[in-house]
């Protein structure tokens, strides 16, 4: 972060603009407060006291959210499809964006235009007919179905950064390693890779985010077998909505990520440097 | 982003390397070009075709051509959920303008501005369903939000129940958990800014608003530009999930987006043909989009 | 690593992910089963289910309410339904007739089959519970009001007069009220509909007969802009979710009235709890102008068959299926979901006599002669949507009667 010498009348100003900005903050740290409140209290608790600070805290949602609920079996199903999609999407668009930004081949402006092309097709688009793609590969109610399908609407983005990441890269690493005899393969492994390292990483935290978070795609796919958000999901019934319950939910579902972004926090903000604007 | 060096080809080398060169691409690139293909390309096509048909329910239904656009030209639903698209896409400017101006400030030294940045992309990790239900309560007639204005002697708003403020607070949502993402994508971009400039403005004694104007602003076209897109498509499909929680698309339709009455048609209207047919509007209009983005990324990635 | 072998690993992994098949299970959809309050009757439906048929397996999928039809419509068009699947009577069931199994032969003696039954009266799926619509009373908010707890309003009048002595007593509102999703608007119609329509009347707006634009149809939106204006409900009723904010409104105590159900939730069971058996009411909603009356002269109540389980025609076990859902409507199981959720079961060989609350014996006395068809259960899916949307608008005062019935005209008209 550059700094510069400010005088004495803008940092006061800086600090009469931290204010506003700190109660953003609060805001942004609110919704931890609120889930936590309200998944501790009973649900007769919760209907008789909404916004009261929990008087009686108990641990039945939470136990309830994970037994009878199979948030733990959801849980277990989305982190086998979130690393496994995550990492189908490092892979497959490094190399995608190893050939588009380096390579030399006939219809390369074209794959690429596609390719962006399709981020514009969101998945309510095409519901009914992606759905029949994916019986008519037989790909319903399985884990390989869900995770291609995360890697395939994931993937033009992905793809469109590691192509700018890519194309920045001095080429001369390319050339050497070229020289030196290397297959194209062993460039890609022992070159790209690492040298997209920064890229992919932003790559690999999003689109964790993306895969963790997603309802739609994972309640057409996986139809017995859920995934944890869907889990929560349906912990909205026709009826009764048991709000402490649901946010014990949420609180299970929300940990990992939360504890994954406090961990890579430095990371992700670096990343999303690299990997969005150098290039 | 902004690749402006130009591009140099690899080394003349005889046609075999050049052959080879041409068979890996291919062999790269063909995994990313299949799913892509086989996953959105061609349900978007089958996708056209069954917004031909009079498809209800279980059964096929028959081709009827162009029946089903001609019914949308002429269902208030669908005129409503578009004009609040319009009315959607004229915020804009606000989701550029506020992850970009906290950016700013973080970058300039904000006390507390590393705490900011942390904090500020919290939301960012939650699932709609998350934010829907934490606002669902807060925005109530009876909420939070409304007691505390009580204390400033505001009286109640229904915010959600209003439709006067219904998509407007809907908006403010969605921006509140997103803004993050777009504001680290800023704060990368500013990283770039070289500091000597701003220093060289500094010295000959431009304000900290003219160095904001004429030599921080400029520098970050590209990522405005790239942070618009991104954020054009994310408010165009991915709002589905807080409306259901927080509106239900109302009252009336003044929160009914049209990738909310798709679903509506799919599930409780029974027609998959004609949401086909408001799917394709959709696409369409984002195809415009695409347009001005392709160019602007390809531009920027000098393919 | 070359590329050969990501590849061959990448296969190798997607072939353990996978899996294999159960040899047989009979699948089943529905948005109950995670219900805590029916954890019993699916444990134990699935019990003499396996009992009887060795070696196959049922597997509940409970859905999210919210994505229930959407899902159901978009896998019974692609054949990938469950074998068998949960439905609402009414609209819901008839838009899906077709992909139904004729369970006619297993439906006898079930109460509110009409519900799921076409006009030649095939029966598509076998109900579970009756449903309908009762007025809930917090009876200490009437005697605050300086009104008879002991004696509910069975009129118009009397109840409109009751309304101003609670709003005049300045603590609560006459009705809680959620119309996020447009449900009280609903449950209003149909309440009232249910005094203000003939046999006849009613037969008329299911087969799209009877407009909006009827003095009646227009009558019953009349009372829903003029009980707004006279104050029956409290604020920002467009924002309010019915399930579950208005209820628990009610049972905080803090309104006089609720449009409440008889089965499964917000009904008699759950508000004995919170508000004590002795402190709640229920009478039949009146309407203005009514036109049909009930055995003992008073109003009447708006009936229908709740939810039922259907059979999916394109099922490959459908014998199986068939099986399945008469379990689940057997008075076996339904006993324990009427004991553990407080359901009115649409099987009349189930004892209820166990609930013992004053309550639900005040309703099954009320019950007698005053059966009245849900009316918005027999409209288009179109209409409904419409009525949704209108009835928050009118609510708001964005829209007046006039336009309302006019597009609620047209959509009865798309509809055939």
């Not at chain 1, 890229?199 to 895969?211: E, H, M, R, S, V």
């Not at chain 2, 997103?178 to 680290?184: A, K, R, V, Y």
């Not at chain 2, 949401?275 to 983005?293: D, K, N, P, R």
Request: include cysteine; charge should be negative; proline fraction near 4%.
């Amino acid at each position: 972060m550059s700094e510069f010498t400010v005088g004495k009348r803008q940092r006061r100003l800086l600090w009469g603009i931290s204010v506003p900005m700190a109660l953003i903050a609060l805001t942004c740290v609110y919704p931890v407060f609120f889930a936590l409140n309200n998944a501790l209290k009973s649900n007769r608790e919760y209907i008789l006291d909404r916004f009261g600070i929990v008087s009686e805290p108990t641990f039945q949602n939470f136990v309830q959210a994970w037994t009878r609920s199979n948030l733990s079996e959801y849980f277990f199903n989305s982190v086998v499809v979130t690393v496994l999609s995550v990492l189908a999407l490092i892979i497959v668009s490094s190399l995608a964006g190893f050939a588009l930004a380096v390579l030399r081949f006939p219809l390369r402006k074209l794959i690429f235009v596609v390719i962006l092309a399709s981020l514009m097709i969101p998945v309510q688009v095409v519901l009914v007919p992606f759905y029949k793609t994916i019986i008519g590969l037989g790909l319903l109610n399985t884990r390989a179905g869900l995770i291609l399908s995360y890697t395939a609407f994931f993937l033009p983005f992905s793809v469109y950064l590691m192509t700018s990441f890519y194309s920045g890269l001095p080429r001369e690493l390319v050339e050497a390693a070229r020289i030196d005899g290397a297959k194209l393969t062993q460039v890609w492994w022992h070159v790209m890779l690492p040298m997209g390292m920064p890229a992919l990483i932003t790559l690999g935290i999003l689109n964790t985010l993306y895969c963790w978070n997603d309802i739609l795609i994972s309640l057409l796919v996986l139809q017995d077998n859920r995934t944890l958000m869907v889990g929560i999901a349906a912990l909205r019934g026709e009826y009764t909505t048991n709000v402490p319950l649901l946010t014990a939910g949420i609180v299970l579902a929300a940990a990992p990520i939360v504890i994954l972004y406090l961990v890579f926090q430095r990371k992700i903000v670096s990343g999303i440097a690299v990997g969005a604007v150098k290039g | 982003m902004g690749v402006s060096k130009t591009k140099q080809p690899l080394r003349k080398r005889g046609g075999k390397a050049r052959s080879e060169e041409r068979r890996f691409a291919f062999l790269f690139v063909m995994p990313a070009l299949l799913l892509v293909v086989v996953f959105r390309i061609v349900p978007l096509i089958w996708g056209f075709v069954l917004s031909l048909t009079d498809a209800r329910g279980v059964t096929e239904g028959a081709f009827i051509g162009f029946d089903n656009y001609a019914e949308l030209a002429r269902d208030p639903a669908f005129h409503d959920s578009m004009a609040n698209t319009i009315l959607l896409i004229a915020t804009l400017p606000i989701w550029i303008m506020v992850p970009m101006l906290l950016a700013i400030l973080i970058h300039q030294g904000v006390p507390g501005g590393k705490f900011y940045r942390a904090v500020y992309f919290f939301p960012a990790t939650l699932s709609s369903v998350i934010v829907g239900s934490i606002f669902n309560v807060l925005l109530r007639n009876d909420g939070q939000l409304n007691q505390f204005l009580e204390l400033f002697g505001i009286g109640a708003i229904d915010w959600l129940g209003n439709s006067n403020t219904a998509l407007l607070s809907l908006i403010a949502v969605q921006l509140w958990a997103t803004f993050g993402m777009s504001l680290l994508i800023f704060l990368a971009g500013l990283s770039t800014v070289p500091s000597d400039m701003i220093e060289a403005a500094k010295l000959e004694g431009a304000s900290m608003l003219q160095t904001f104007w004429h030599v921080i602003i400029p520098t970050l076209r590209p990522i405005i530009e790239f942070v618009a897109v991104v954020t054009t498509i994310g408010v165009l499909t991915n709002m589905f999930g807080l409306i259901y929680v927080l509106t239900a698309g109302g009252p009336g339709t003044s929160t009914t987006l049209p990738e909310f009455l798709i679903w509506i048609e799919l599930g409780r209207m029974n027609r998959p043909g004609y949401a086909a047919a408001i799917s394709m509007v959709l696409f369409v209009l984002m195809a415009g989009i695409a347009y001005a983005q392709v160019r602007i990324m390809s531009r920027n990635v000098n393919v | 690593m070359t590329i050969k072998t990501t590849l061959l690993t990448a296969s190798a992994l997607g072939a353990t992910l996978t899996g294999a098949a159960v040899a047989q299970e009979i699948t089943v959809w529905d948005w109950k089963s995670g219900d805590p309050a029916a954890y019993g009757y699916i444990d134990e439906a699935t019990r003499l289910f396996e009992e009887a048929h060795p070696g196959v397996e049922v597997n509940f999928v409970m859905q999210p309410n919210d994505q229930y039809y959407t899902l159901l419509g978009t896998a019974l068009s692609s054949n990938a339904g469950p074998d068998v699947f949960l439905l609402n009577g009414g609209a819901q069931a008839q838009a899906r007739f077709d992909a139904l199994a004729d369970v006619s032969d297993m439906a006898e003696g079930l109460l509110g089959t009409e519900e799921f039954s076409d006009a030649d009266g095939t029966v598509y799926a076998l109900p579970i519970t009756t449903q309908g619509f009762v007025v809930y009373a917090n009876k200490q908010r009437y005697a605050d009001a300086g009104l008879d707890p002991e004696a509910l309003p069975t009129t118009w009048d009397e109840l409109s007069a009751a309304c101003e002595a609670i709003i005049a007593q300045g603590d609560v509102p006459c009705f809680s009220m959620g119309n996020k999703e447009g449900f009280a608007a609903e449950f209003f119609v149909s309440a009232l509909a249910a005094s203000m329509l003939t046999a006849e009347e009613h037969a008329a707006l299911k087969s799209g007969e009877l407009a909006w634009s009827s003095p009646k149809m227009t009558a019953i939106l009349d009372a829903w802009v003029e009980t707004e204006a006279a104050g029956w409900y409290p604020q920002g009723g467009n924002s309010t979710a019915k399930f579950m904010d208005e209820y628990e409104t009610f049972m905080r105590g803090e309104a006089a009235n609720t449009i409440g159900l008889l089965s499964d939730v917000a009904h008699w069971k759950q508000f004995d709890d919170f508000l004590g058996a002795e402190n709640l009411g229920v009478f039949r909603h009146p309407a203005p102008d009514a036109s049909a009356t009930a055995g003992d002269g008073g109003p009447m109540m708006p009936v229908a068959g709740g939810i039922g389980y259907g059979v999916n025609r394109a099922s490959e076990n459908i014998d199986l299926a068939r099986e399945l859902v008469a379990t689940l409507a057997s008075a076996e199981a339904i006993a324990i979901f009427a004991q553990d959720a407080g359901i009115l079961p649409a099987n009349p060989e189930v004892d209820t006599s166990a609930a013992n609350s004053p309550t639900l014996t005040a309703i099954l006395g009320m019950m007698d002669g005053a059966s009245a068809p849900m009316a918005h259960a027999n409209v288009s899916a179109g209409e409904l949507e419409d009525l949704h949307r209108q009835s928050q608008l009118l609510l708001n005062g964005e829209n007046t009667v006039q336009d309302a019935v006019q597009r609620l005209d047209a959509a009865q008209a798309a509809a055939e």
